[in-house]
């Protein structure tokens, strides 16, 4: 019976020692941080490229209007 015991308790692992969480450093690196980086900065650009976009085509409906409207005001005029 002792034997068996002593078989049992050999064969069962002993609690490994854990470690703390606190200590465990964990970083993405230098690829990482020029990866994220590179993200960042594609998005600044597309961000920027999207107002100018907008911004062109607000502006070209807004002269398109001005010459509708002079248009509309020099037929006015002739019809007089």
Known sequence: MQTLISAILAASPSPSPS?????????????????????????TLLIFDL??????VRYRAEIQEKLDAEAAGSGAKRNK
């Open 51 to 56: 107002v100018r976009r907008v911004r062109r």
């Open 19 to 43: 470690t703390d969480p606190a200590n465990t450093f964990y970083s993405p690196g230098t690829i990482g941080f020029i990866a994220t980086f590179g993200m960042a900065l594609g998005a």
